[in-house]
């Protein structure tokens, strides 16, 4: 070896004795470093899935299931990053500046957008309409298609198509029309005011009983609500399944028609009485 390469090594062997408390504190911090980095990915990717199965079983949508899954595991990726640049010795209080100063510009740039997503989660928790439900949101009433992060779907009766903001359903009325298996179908009928009311009642009640798809135990109601001059109003109301709803609705209208004009009963047609004055003959 020549004498130039013998002092380069004696150089740095003293170099290295020199700091070799600052070589073993440097390699400590890289190393703790390194495994705050491999555990950090770890444990998130542990807690992401840990969370799926739980919202999975608990019934929750499968779109908030993996949009929560993975903001828990990004969120703790960044905090083992953070922690592990910390360790090796990186300013980390410009970097959480950064990121908070980010987050707060991005929270009030998708403030619609942030209330959106909550009503969704709301309206997957808690269920006030499910798919395949007919429903009223809003001002828009149709069966449900899809619940997503920020906006349901549903179809109108005539087929069209209606996108409603999560925000604007939780901040207004729900009606579930198909949530509950029962339903009261309610009618009004009007007959002539010279119609005898016992004998509607009766034609009525007749035709009612005869439908084996109303639930009797519910209780029938056939009352006359409103007196005319012309006329005589009365109130129906009766019970049936919600499937049936329709069903029950148009027929049983079609029926008290048909039973009222065979028992001669007339409905209230619009008078129109006429006097004429006759002018006397001048002289």
């Not at 903001?71 to 990726?77: E, G, S």
């Not at 395949?132 to 949101?137: L, R």
């Amino acid at each position: 070896m020549s004498s130039e390469a013998t002092r380069t090594v004696n150089s740095l062997t003293a170099w290295l004795v020199t700091h070799k408390s600052m070589i073993l504190t440097g390699v400590s911090h890289l190393t703790i470093a390194i495994l705050l980095f491999v555990i950090g990915i770890c444990l998130a990717r542990i807690s992401g899935e840990a969370l799926k199965k739980v919202l999975v079983k608990r019934g929750i949508d499968n779109t908030v299931t993996q949009f929560f899954s993975a903001l828990l595991r990004y969120a703790l990726m960044i905090i083992f990053i953070v922690a592990a640049l910390q360790r090796i010795g990186v300013e980390t209080s410009s970097i959480v500046a950064i990121i908070g100063a980010a987050g707060l510009a991005v929270g009030l740039a998708l403030q619609g957008s942030l209330a959106n997503f909550a009503a969704g989660v709301m309206l997957v928790t808690f269920r006030p309409i499910r798919v395949g439900e007919y429903a009223m949101v809003g001002s828009a009433a149709g069966t449900i298609q899809e619940i997503n992060i920020f906006s349901t779907t549903l179809t109108t009766p005539d087929n069209k198509t209606v996108v409603v903001p999560n925000g604007k359903i939780i901040a207004g009325e729900i009606t579930n029309f198909t949530r509950q298996k029962v339903r009261r179908v309610d009618l009004s009928i009007s007959v002539a005011n010279s119609a005898v009311v016992s004998q509607v009642k009766q034609v009525i009640t007749a035709v009612i009983t005869q439908d084996p798809r109303i639930i009797q135990e519910k209780g029938v109601t056939v009352r006359m609500m409103e007196l005319t001059p012309t006329s005589m109003n009365f109130v129906i109301r009766v019970w049936g399944q919600n499937s049936q709803y329709w069903d029950i609705y148009f027929d049983l209208l079609e029926n008290i028609k048909n039973a009222l004009d065979e028992n001669n009963i007339p409905m209230p047609w619009p008078h129109m009485h006429l006097h004429f004055a006759e002018k006397a003959n001048s002289e």
